[in-house]
């Protein structure tokens, strides 16, 4: 089993920057890929970004890449995701989210344990 405890999130004006952690308990963590999603108010949740288990591999949706990177430490059992150039449209509650395999996963379908989650709100 996997629990998972987002942080980071808060409010930020347009064109600044975020950096969210995840940070996992468990022994599987090293085994498997790690996900970040997001809901926005009256929207579905949808994929953010996700890496493989050894970090060497990485996901983007198109809405945020070129301006975010997804990390892990599998040492400290840590996930990460910088967003640059931040948008109105970046505002949404962030999930961490850990995969049921240790590949990419882009549908939430792929995800069995998932973080609380953690405010971002962009001001324009």
């Known amino acids: 089993q996997v629990q998972l405890v987002e942080s980071g999130g808060g409010l930020v004006q347009a064109g600044g920057s975020l950096r969210l952690s995840c940070t996992a308990s468990?022994?599987?963590?090293?085994?498997?890929?790690m996900g970040w999603f997001r809901q926005a108010p009256g929207k579905e949740r949808e994929f953010v970004a996700a890496?493989?288990?050894?970090?060497?591999?990485?996901a983007y949706a198109d809405s945020v890449k070129g301006r975010s990177t997804v990390s892990r430490d599998n040492a400290k059992k840590t996930l990460s995701l910088q967003i640059n150039s931040l948008k109105p449209e970046d505002t949404a509650v962030y999930y961490c989210?850990?995969?049921?395999?240790?590949?990419?996963?882009?549908?939430?379908?792929?995800?069995?344990?998932w973080g609380q989650g953690t405010q971002v709100t962009v001001s324009s």
């Open positions: 989210a850990a995969a049921k395999t240790g590949s990419i996963a882009t549908s939430a379908l792929g995800y069995n344990y």
């Open positions: 890496i493989t288990e050894n970090g060497r591999s990485t």
């Open positions: 468990g022994r599987t963590f090293t085994f498997i890929g």
